[in-house]
């Protein structure tokens, strides 16, 4: 299985300390290059992919999408989704709206930190998303929903 990542999934799952629920539903996680240069501005965050082996930087190849989505998205996003599609990626971890709408339109399945936690919980990693979900927020500065957060909740059992 080949998952690209954008930078916002690592940095706020290296936040909360939950970064080790990639390796273990991925095993692999591939960024292309503007993404581990934006995790190597913060220092705990280049000590993390210095040691991480699982988590492998490739170069974006072929340029044409990437000048097409760089027009809208920033660096990071734009060049997640162009090594989806060069490498046929079956999943990109991706959270922000544009970035989504732009994966989804080009036939790449998505997946958000949300969606990271409910399969984690699924598959017995995690007992409970909510916590989590907290700690994202106060910890990470990271905004979710509402109703999204109710939605997701729902969809595992928990209030």
């Known amino acids: 299985m080949i998952v690209v990542s954008d930078t916002s999934a690592i940095s706020n799952l290296l936040i909360?300390?939950?970064i080790d629920l990639l390796r273990q539903l991925y095993r692999r996680v591939v960024i292309?290059?503007?993404?581990a240069d934006e995790l190597r501005v913060i220092a705990t965050h280049r000590t993390a992919l210095e040691n991480l082996d699982w988590i492998e930087t490739v170069k974006l190849r072929d340029k044409a999408l990437y000048t097409?989505?760089?027009?809208?998205?920033?660096?990071g996003e734009a060049e997640a989704i162009g090594l989806s599609v060069e490498l046929s990626a079956d999943l990109l971890l991706i959270d922000e709206r544009d970035g989504?709408?732009?994966?989804?339109?080009?036939?790449?399945?998505i997946i958000g930190?949300?969606?990271?936690?409910?399969?984690?919980?699924?598959?017995?990693l995690l007992q409970l998303?909510?916590?989590?979900?907290?700690?994202l927020a106060?910890?990470?500065g990271f905004w979710i929903s509402p109703g999204l957060v109710a939605e997701v909740l729902s969809s595992v059992g928990e209030q």
């Open 32 to 35: 292309p290059e503007t993404v």
């Open 138 to 140: 106060t910890d990470a």
């Open 100 to 109: 989504r709408a732009a994966a989804s339109n080009l036939g790449i399945d």
């Open 113 to 124: 930190i949300a969606g990271v936690l409910v399969e984690a919980k699924r598959v017995g």
């Open 68 to 75: 097409l989505l760089i027009e809208t998205l920033d660096k």
């Open 129 to 135: 998303i909510k916590p989590e979900l907290e700690k």
């Open 16 to 18: 909360i300390g939950r």
